[in-house]
T-cell receptor, first 114, second 115 residues
Framework: AQSVTQPDIHITVSEGASLELRCNYS??????LFWYVQSPGQGLQLLLK??????LVQGIKGFEAEFKRSQSSFNLRKPSVHWSDAAEYFC????????????FGTGTQLKVEL | EAGVTQFPSHSVIEKGQTVTLRCDPI?????LYWYRRVMGKEIKFLLH????????ESGMPNNRFLAERTGGTYSTLKVQPAELEDSGVYFC?????????????FGPGTRLLVL
């Protein structure tokens, strides 16, 4: 069965510092991978997704993620964090069967220090 | 264009009571998904509608949960009778197709607390 692991429950960074959020997946074939963000009081918003092609994916709000098959990872990065990036971030993998249901990790709560 | 909306935003009920959650998907989206996040855990899939039909309900925890999507528009998720372990955040999402990799658009969630 597919699974997603986000090893870091909480991360604190200073504004302007770089950010990397880790995501490891378990999946038998080529995975469809997603990063979502949830700001307080908001729904989950898609940051970016990968399913083929270039392994470095650009997303919204200056985020990018790199798919590394050899490491079963899909880490999210941002070169310079803004205070408004404080939120909870979720990595997810899409199902192989019909329907496209998502399997999520437990999330990483990001705190940004000013 | 309006996003996915959910009602109520919060609900506090006592064990044994009934609660009904509603989700209005983005207009024209045939696919509607329900997910749940129990505190401290991952967001878990509950079920998937294609129009008014249940495509996949493999994530429904037990028969106390009943989901409907009348006319293929809005959906309701009823919990009857509610138990303490049903507390959590219930998310609804919609998408135009069910193709793998299709973006799902999420609502803000309903926070359910069962006392």
């Amino acid at each position: 069965a597919q699974s997603v692991t986000q090893p870091d429950i909480h991360i604190t960074v200073s504004e302007g510092a770089s950010l990397e959020l880790r995501c490891n997946y378990s999946y038998g074939a080529t995975p469809y991978l997603f990063w979502y963000v949830q700001s307080p009081g908001q729904g989950l918003q898609l940051l970016l997704k990968y399913f083929s092609g270039d392994t470095l994916v650009q997303g919204i709000k200056g985020f990018e993620a790199e798919f590394k098959r050899s490491q079963s990872s899909f880490n999210l990065r941002k070169p310079s964090v803004h205070w408004s990036d404080a939120a909870e971030y979720f990595c997810a993998v899409g199902a192989s069967g019909g329907g496209n249901k998502l399997t999520f990790g437990t999330g990483t709560q990001l705190k940004v220090e000013l | 264009e309006a996003g996915v909306t959910q009602f109520p935003s919060h609900s506090v009920i006592e064990k044994g009571q009934t609660v009904t959650l509603r989700c209005d998907p983005i207009s024209g989206h045939d696919n509607l998904y329900w997910y749940r996040r129990v505190m401290g855990k991952e967001i878990k899939f509950l079920l998937h509608f294609v129009k008014e039909s249940k495509q996949d309900e493999s994530g429904m925890p037990n028969n106390r949960f009943l989901a409907e999507r009348t006319g293929g528009t809005y959906s309701t998720l009823k919990v009857q009778p509610a138990e303490l372990e049903d507390s959590g955040v219930y998310f609804c999402a919609s998408s135009p197709t069910r193709q793998r990799g299709e973006t799902q658009y999420f609502g803000p969630g309903t926070r359910l607390l069962v006392l």
